[in-house]
């Protein structure tokens, strides 16, 4: 029985059916990359997953507790434990990066202004973004965001985190840059689920794929299955077949 439990979950957006009985299992402590086609709906389904969209019909499990049944009120001792790595980093613009991981911990802590800012130089520090405390997020790159993103999203210490196709757009080295991130809270314990099309990476942080198509899972299978198998939907979708 998986950590995250995604059981026939069925979506529409205005007459489009995208989601027609999805379901899945995320197991405590491994990575599943969830893949498919641009429109497919993986995004939702990652939201879904934090109580950011509810679904027409099925169930969103999270350690036993029913996310899709959650008042906004309830939702947020599920949002300490599972931190979303938004796309471009969802970064507040008028904050310095400083206050962008400081604003959290504020939140959702009893930690001093003086265990705040450790707390925080270490977190820059780890992931390489040291001395740009009081830089404000416009004036850093694209993959400098994505890294103070995934540093704010994971300074509560979450059991999960889903990351939303975080190598989008960037250069070969930042994209080497946040996958050794990801391998580095991989060998944490932590769980994690990873939406992208970056198929490379996906083989170097996942333990499992499952492919999104046609409004539900159509397959799945472990890194190793897949790169043995001669001819499969996974493998095929890597190497930019038509399925």
Do not use: W
């Amino acid at each position: 029985m998986g950590l995250i439990q995604i059981r026939d979950f069925q979506k529409s957006f205005g007459t489009k059916k995208v989601h027609q009985g999805v379901s899945f299992d995320v197991r405590k402590g491994e990575c599943l990359g969830l893949i498919g086609g641009s429109g497919t709906g993986k995004s939702v389904l990652l939201r879904s997953m934090i109580g950011l969209e509810r679904p027409d019909a099925g169930e969103v499990i999270f350690d036993g507790i029913p996310v899709h049944e959650l008042t906004e009120r309830q939702l947020i001792d599920v949002r300490k434990r599972m931190a979303y790595a938004f796309q471009g980093g969802a970064l507040f613009d008028s904050m310095t990066v400083f206050d962008n991981l400081a604003y959290p911990l504020r939140e959702h802590t009893q930690m001093t202004e003086i265990e705040i800012s450790k707390k925080i130089k270490a977190q820059l520090a780890e992931f390489g973004l040291q001395g740009n405390e009081e830089v404000y997020p416009g004036n850093l790159s694209g993959g400098m965001q994505k890294r103070v993103g995934l540093a704010r999203s994971i300074i509560l210490g979450p059991e999960v985190i889903l990351y939303d196709e975080p190598t989008a757009g960037l250069d070969p080295f930042n994209t080497r840059k946040i996958q050794d991130m990801v391998l580095r809270l991989k060998s944490t314990g932590v769980t994690a689920v990873l939406v992208t099309h970056d198929m490379p990476f996906a083989f170097a942080v996942c333990d499992r794929i499952a492919m999104l198509m046609n409004g539900r899972i159509r397959a799945s299978g472990t890194v190793d299955e897949i790169e043995q198998q001669d001819s499969n939907l996974i493998g095929k979708f890597a190497q930019g077949e038509m399925i």
